[in-house]
Structures are given as C-alpha cells and as structure tokens.
C-alpha cells in the first residue's frame, strides 16, 4: 500500500473507499501482485467516474437514478460471457437468499416505498421494526423479508443491488441459513457489477435492510 493514494482503512491523508465484499476480496488478491497496481487504478478511476455521475443524477431524481443502476447492474449480467453463467443453480422458488441480512441504501428504500405505493403493495412495518431490534444476522423466526411472498419475491422489479447481483454456484443446500454458515456458499462474481454497486456506497448511506426502509417511511 506504500504510496497508493487509497485505503481500505482510516489512514491520513489516504482516500477512503467503501467498497463491496467481493470487490475488496478481489482488491485484496490483486495488492498481493505488484503487476497490477494498473488494473487497481483503473478500478478506483472507474468508482470515482461513477461517483461523480451519480451524485449529480441523484440530486435531480433519487429514485430514477437508482432504476437506472439497476438496469445498468442487469444488462452486465445480461451480456457476461455464458462461460461465467454456467454453473448458476438459482431459480424461481428458490428463496434461501431472501432470509440472509442485507444492506441497502436509502435511495433504494425510497425506490421500494414508491413500487410499493403504486402497486399496492403493505408494508408491514411492524415485523421491520421486529427485525430491526433482532437484527438478521442471526438465523431466526425474524430473518424472512419482509417482502417474500408466496415462496416469490413480492418487489422483485425493484429488488435492491444486493439482491439483484446475488447468483450463487454451489449447492443450493448451503444456502440455507438456517443450517449452513453463509460464508460456505460460492457465489457469481462480475467486477463491473461490484464496481458500480460500490460507486453507489460512497454516494448514499447504507445500512441493514429493515433499518434503511423503517428510516424512509419516516421520512415519507
């Protein structure tokens, strides 16, 4: 790190990033080769680029900006190499995913609220504000979203980053939270896709999903 104008830690005089899990794992294995300070570079630049875009975009219209990022975020997988798709064991009905802790921004709770006020759709704020003393990192009676109805995702055109960029590669039965460490589960890795997921961390604040929302209705 001696002399790179980034950090992954508070350090002075250091540009502090706040980066995806996946993105700072694949960071942390490219430090360890001295030939791609380049390829680290032009990661950073690309955060930076995006920074800057979304931050004026998201003053004009939050919550248009964040549907962008989303159909940005679907079009990488769209157009990722079939190579890279092949071993994906995720489908409809699957909803393992839908019971782990999550972190979203409040621009993407904001989308939410709004599909949700549109379509119809309660929001059950009473089991948010449950899960928000409880927490989701541990499994529990509270861990499903709130929104999983019906063994299918009830805001699925406008399910936060998290969950949109979530593919996995394993076994399907390690995803069950409920009796496999989570960390156990080998998921679809794009770097395009963390890149831009992490450009819209260090724009807006983000925090665990039922915190975020039950923040956003307040507001509303």
């Excluded at 999983?148 to 593919?167: E, G, T």
Aim: proline share 3%.
């Amino acid at each position: 790190m001696t002399g790179l104008p980034y950090s992954f830690e508070p350090v002075p005089d250091y540009r502090k990033y706040t980066v995806t899990s996946q993105l700072k794992d694949y960071l942390g294995m490219l430090m360890e080769q001295a030939e791609s300070r380049e390829t680290i570079e032009q990661i950073l630049s690309l955060i930076d680029g995006y920074v800057h875009q979304l931050t004026t975009l998201s003053i004009q219209n939050r919550v248009e900006t964040i549907k962008e990022i989303y159909k940005s975020i679907d079009r990488f997988f769209d157009t990722a190499a079939d190579e890279n798709k092949k071993e994906i064991k995720c489908k409809t009905g699957c909803t393992a995913c839908c019971f782990i802790d999550v972190d979203i921004t409040g621009d993407e709770a904001a989308v939410i609220i709004n599909y949700c006020n549109e379509n119809g759709i309660r929001i059950d704020r009473a089991y948010l504000e449950s899960q928000a003393i409880t927490g989701r990192k541990t499994y529990s009676g509270l861990s499903r979203c709130v929104f999983l109805k019906d063994n299918l995702c009830s805001i699925y055109p406008v399910r936060p980053v998290a969950c949109r960029k979530h593919w996995v590669k394993t076994d399907p039965a390690l995803c069950d939270f409920s009796e496999n460490v989570i960390n156990q589960v080998g998921g679809y890795f794009d770097v395009n896709t963390e890149i831009l997921a992490s450009a819209l961390l260090n724009i807006a604040g983000s925090g665990p999903f039922e915190k975020m929302m039950i923040s956003e209705l307040e507001k509303k």
